[in-house]
């Protein structure tokens, strides 16, 4: 039988169900069954975990426009590779995703790699330029997931209002770069001890929290999913909490750098520590982390953002925003959540898998039959060191090279085809 597996004798972790214990688990036909197939092939699973694969809401894939960063192929594969069997990407592309042609291109190219379930986000306004809303009915019908301008905040309170009761009726969310243009200028790094260290400008937390604010508001008068992206500052950490608690439909998300890292971290005029939003201070990081760990930022996502190496060694003045994070999440959030500040792996597990499927109105990913056999198979045990030049994505701009973590994918299986078998593991197939 095609796609038939005998996983043998991993620890289970379920993030509906919890630990599990080590046992089997059984796949035919693409999708996870009750008793062990006919005619199955055997992985060895021993000393490992198996839990679902990976969501990441916030990948950016170059094609069109910028295919020596990233093609859709490459980070597809890239995030087979971290263990990732869903991504979300977003519509910064040339040209931007604001047409139901450019949402089937998305499709297809990821349906030719096979690596990864592809959800294309579409922009919220034409172009991404904040003047006048895309076709937003016709993006849902063409299999948009989301809509968003990320890379752009829509500054227009009444363009984003329209564009939320819109995006109510189409039960689709809309996730913001929640970054007032105005407030954050040509600002580069935080404003704060860094930035004034390398003379560079910097970009106030503010510039962030008034979009959130305003965000919320929007989310409580329209009854729209708001996802706010990439959140970096604590007040807006603990607006979206207080939100979520209020029973509004607000959520957001934290990436690895923001919960890993802060301004103190930048020691050198190095564009590998220039993302946006910006890297902010120790005390934003902690309330981060504490978010996530008391579940008030409900969702893990990375915003892999790659470029090419001669763009990001122009130093931070001059250097693209972003940071690649498929091949290094698992790992760094992992280490920092689980092994460094006490969280259960379930939990853990849940801010990457069902939080972000709550979000997009998806099933519960979890390892029960019926469910559609999209697992990672994970070594939780051993400690490993961020070495960029294994990277698959085909870009390098990480802040974590060298970086100790624990937590890397094994194998990677989407609707029961192995997308990813590191070296090692070979023998166990």
């Not at 000393?47 to 679902?52: A, D, F, Q, R």
Request: glycine share 10%; proline share 7%; net charge negative.
């Amino acid at each position: 039988m095609d796609n038939a597996w005998i996983i043998r004798g991993g620890a289970l972790l379920d993030p509906t169900d919890g630990d599990r214990g080590v046992g089997d688990l059984y796949i035919a036909d693409g999708r996870i069954v009750a008793d062990p197939p006919a005619q199955a092939r055997t992985i060895d699973a021993s000393g490992l975990t198996v839990m679902p694969g990976l969501i990441d809401l916030h990948v950016h894939f170059r094609e069109p426009g910028h295919e020596g960063a990233e093609t859709i192929a490459s980070g597809s594969h890239a995030a087979a590779r971290g263990g990732f069997t869903t991504v979300v990407t977003m519509p910064n592309t040339r040209p931007a995703v604001d047409s139901p042609e450019q949402v089937a291109f998305a499709l297809r190219q990821a349906a030719s790699a096979g690596a990864v379930e592809l959800l294309p986000s579409a922009c919220i306004t034409r172009e991404r330029r904040g003047n006048a809303l895309a076709d937003l009915p016709a993006l849902a019908a063409a299999g948009a997931a989301a809509f968003t301008d990320d890379g752009s905040t829509v500054s227009d309170d009444d363009l984003m209002q329209r564009a939320m009761q819109q995006a109510a009726t189409l039960d689709l969310p809309v996730m913001d770069h929640a970054l007032d243009p105005i407030l954050a200028g040509k600002g580069v790094l935080h404003d704060g001890e860094a930035a004034q260290r390398l003379g560079l400008l910097g970009i106030p937390s503010a510039a962030e929290d008034r979009i959130v604010a305003r965000d919320i508001e929007l989310a409580a008068a329209t009854g729209c999913a708001m996802h706010i992206q990439h959140v970096s500052s604590g007040a807006s950490a603990h607006m979206i909490s207080a939100a979520a608690a209020r029973g509004l439909p607000v959520t957001g998300e934290a990436t690895p750098h923001h919960l890993a890292l802060s301004d103190a971290d930048i020691l050198s005029d190095d564009g590998n520590f220039k993302m946006n939003p910006p890297l902010r201070t120790p005390e934003d990081r902690e309330a981060l982390i504490d978010a996530v760990l008391s579940g008030g930022l409900s969702i893990l996502a990375t915003d892999h953002a790659p470029h090419l190496a001669a763009l990001k060694a122009k130093g931070i003045r001059q250097a693209p925003f972003g940071v690649v994070g498929l091949e290094t999440a698992l790992g760094v959030t992992y280490q920092l959540l689980v092994v460094e500040r006490g969280m259960s792996p379930q939990a853990w597990l849940q801010r990457w898998t069902t939080g972000p499927a709550a979000l997009l109105g998806r099933p519960a990913p979890s390892l029960t039959p019926g469910a559609r056999a999209d697992l990672a198979l994970v070594d939780l045990q051993t400690d490993w060191q961020v070495d960029p030049d294994a990277f698959v994505s085909l870009s390098r701009n990480t802040p974590f090279t060298n970086h100790r973590c624990r937590g890397r994918t094994v194998l990677t299986i989407f609707a029961g085809k192995i997308t990813w078998s590191d070296v090692d593991s070979t023998p166990r197939l």
